[in-house]
């Protein structure tokens, strides 16, 4: 059974860092992209980070990027959010997800896909004071 | 960076009714284009990829359609369980954003 569970979260002042974590199992773990999305209090969702399967490609939403770094140790089967210099409207409910079946194309290379066709039930971070 | 537009922001329907929710992105993003529900209290579920690809066993009352920059989801005969928020998403190049989401509501 393909599982991702989150660990990390919690109450940190503003100006503060936390790294949150997110163990996968059930599937091989190098293959897929992989992506943090966030949603706030009685709010939509919201894109955050994503990575390649390699980790040699990382993407960031512009309201953190600078702040956040996504990584991923393939070795672990583990999926990171390095959050630096956070504030209070980074506080949400932080989901991890795994990305879509990709594809060798015509010339070797590699597609990644970035929907999320597997989520964790997400850990919660505050930032107050 | 390109926008996503969902319309309506809400809508009320009755079980049974068929339903449609747009989506429009501010630039072509092929069909690369992702639904998702969120019940209240509910992690996300992916319910179609690639704008009309339905995700291994979700129901076959829901659909979607559209290439570009327009695309639509369809819920065929509402169900009870399917009253929650819908969102799409651009996966064709980054930033990867969601729309502002849909709640269907009881009517």
């Known amino acids: 059974e393909v599982q991702l569970v989150e660990s990390g979260g919690g109450l940190v002042q503003p100006g503060g860092s936390l790294r949150l974590s997110c163990a996968a199992s059930g599937f091989i773990f190098s293959s897929y992209a992989m992506s943090w999305v966030r949603q706030a209090p009685g709010k939509g969702l919201e894109w955050v980070s994503a990575i390649s399967g390699t980790g040699r490609t990382t993407y960031h939403a512009h309201s953190v990027k600078g702040r956040f770094t996504i990584s991923r140790d393939n070795s672990k089967n583990t999926l990171y959010l390095q959050m630096n210099s956070l504030r209070a409207e980074d506080t949400a409910v932080y989901y991890c997800?795994?990305?879509?079946?990709?594809?060798?194309?015509?010339?070797?290379?590699?597609?990644?896909?970035?929907?999320?066709?597997?989520w964790g039930k997400g850990t919660t971070v505050t930032v107050s004071s | 960076d390109i926008q996503m537009t969902q319309s309506p922001s809400s809508l009320s329907a009755s079980v049974g009714d068929t339903v449609t929710i747009t989506c429009r992105a501010s630039?072509?993003?092929?069909?690369?284009l992702a639904w998702y529900q969120q019940r209240p209290g509910k992690v996300p579920k992916l319910l179609i990829y690639a704008a009309s690809s339905l995700q291994s066993g979700v129901p076959s009352r829901f659909s979607g359609s559209g290439s570009g920059t327009d695309f639509t989801l369809t819920i065929s005969s509402l169900q009870p369980e399917d009253f929650a928020t819908y969102y799409c998403q651009n996966y064709d190049s980054d930033p990867f954003t969601f729309g502002g989401g849909t709640k269907v509501e009881i009517k």
């Open positions: 997800g795994k990305g879509g079946v990709g594809y060798y194309g015509s010339r070797g290379s590699y597609t990644y896909y970035y929907h999320m066709d597997v």
């Open positions: 630039q072509g993003i092929n069909y690369y």
